[in-house]
């Protein structure tokens, strides 16, 4: 996919690397400036992850083929934004839920939520998330608002998410909110 373009951060977060993948037709023909890709990336290596940003078209097969190669090279985070509109080319979700293992339905819930409070049209949004492979895969819209709005909701789960798929349990995260109570 000669439309794929990288940012490295610096940072990763206990060993472990997240990908971004910008769906955009116009940003994967260089027609647009991707804002929320690079977005994507500083916000996560804010949290501590390292984050490659790779930028496709609108098509099932480059998703889904994008997706797919973050995690076989590692990644256990994997943040697609863009594509998960009403548009008749936003096809987003259709790449992607075919690849989940398991839908974690209260991650999207969570973001549309957050997302809703500052635009009503948030809860348009069709974007999922879910688990393959080991990794947490979580579809965002593609404005950076709706980047600086779901971002946070990812890397609150995030760390334990990739903890349970790797086998650990839940009494460090218990422990956390039974000290929060």
């Known amino acids: 996919m000669s439309a794929a373009h990288e940012h490295d951060s610096e940072r990763t977060h206990g060993g472990h690397r997240a990908a971004v993948i910008t769906v955009s037709d116009r940003a994967a023909a ?3 400036v991707d804002e929320s ?3 994507t990336a500083a916000l996560l ?3 501590g992850w390292h984050a490659d940003v790779r930028v496709v078209p609108d098509e099932l097969d480059a998703i889904a ?3 797919r190669a973050a995690v076989a090279g590692g990644a256990r985070l994997v943040v697609t934004t863009g594509g998960t509109g009403l548009a008749p080319r936003d096809v987003t979700p259709e790449a992607t839920i075919p690849l989940l293992d398991r839908l974690l339905p209260g991650i999207a819930e969570e973001i549309r939520r957050v997302g ?3 635009i009503r049209t948030a809860v348009l949004s069709r974007g999922v998330a879910g688990v393959r492979d080991g990794a947490l895969i ?3 819209a593609g404005s950076p608002g709706a980047v600086r709005d779901g971002v946070p ?3 609150a789960v995030a760390d334990h998410v990739v903890q349970q798929l790797g086998g650990g349990d839940h ?3 218990e422990s956390r909110e039974d000290a929060r109570s």
């Open 65 to 67: 083929g994008g997706i």
């Open 45 to 47: 290596a804010d949290a």
């Open 30 to 32: 260089g027609t647009r």
């Open 171 to 173: 009494s460090a995260a």
């Open 37 to 39: 890709g690079p977005l």
């Open 116 to 118: 809703s409070a500052g």
């Open 153 to 155: 909701v990812v890397i």
């Open 138 to 140: 979580v579809n965002l």
